[in-house]
């Protein structure tokens, strides 16, 4: 079946490193996502990995994917007051690639100046 | 290079009514997706369209439909509305069928009452 779980909050200082986890129990996703909402918007796709690959790194933002242990995470280095958001982590199952994404929760991220 | 634009941005129905929310992909996008965003929760996937036809449904009852028109745009139909039909209604554009990035507008932000 499809679950994806994340924490709900993370409290993080200005400049410091934000580490945000996500497990997922479907073992066929294919690829995984994260993605940012601000307050009253829509989602911003932030980054993706396919789901044989262990790391990405795009600027500020690494994603780790453990396959086995079915955890993927997010890392911001250097966390600025601009990415208080709520991220949610998102995975993609079907054989054709994005046609349904299942989220998670979503994990709201506060900045401490 | 415009966005995904839904209209409208926000509105309130009363209990029994019926709703349709517009969504017009990104130019040269031709699958549509819809999600519903209940508050403090990550999105549910509704439906999917592709070349007009749908690709895949989501749990939702009947009373939610959709349909893709030729230029791509899409609506989506709530019929005799409930109050747990209150949320924020996202639509993702991708290139196509089996694309990996999906991009999300703004929503609509319906209350119902």
């Known amino acids: 079946g499809e679950d994806v779980e994340q924490s709900l909050f993370l409290s993080v200082r200005e400049g410091d490193s934000s580490v945000i986890n996500c497990t997922y129990t479907d073992s066929s996703s294919t690829y995984l996502y994260w993605y940012k909402q601000e307050p009253g918007a829509g989602l911003q796709l932030l980054t993706y990995i396919f789901s044989n690959m262990d790391m990405k790194q795009d600027q500020r933002l690494t994603v780790l994917l453990n396959k086995k242990d079915k955890h993927l995470s997010l890392r911001i280095a250097d966390t600025q007051t601009g990415d208080s958001a709520i991220y949610f982590c998102a995975e993609s199952i079907s054989n054709f690639g994005n046609e349904k994404l299942t989220f998670g929760t979503g994990t709201r991220l506060t900045i401490i100046p | 290079d415009a966005g995904v634009t839904q209209s409208p941005t926000h509105l309130i129905k009363t209990r029994g009514q019926h709703v349709t929310l517009r969504c017009s992909p990104i130019?040269?996008?031709?699958?549509v997706s819809w999600y519903q965003q209940v508050l403090g929760q990550g999105p549910q996937f509704i439906f999917q369209y592709y070349e007009k036809e749908e690709r895949g449904r989501g749990n939702f009852p009947d009373r939610f439909s959709a349909r893709q028109f030729p230029n791509y745009s899409s609506e989506l139909n709530v019929n005799a509305l409930l109050l747990g039909d209150s949320a924020l209604y996202l639509c993702?554009?991708?290139?196509?069928?089996?694309?990996?990035?999906?991009?999300f507008g703004q929503g609509t932000r319906l209350t119902v009452v």
């Open positions: 130019s040269g996008h031709k699958s």
């Open positions: 993702a554009s991708s290139l196509a069928s089996g694309s990996v990035e999906a991009f």
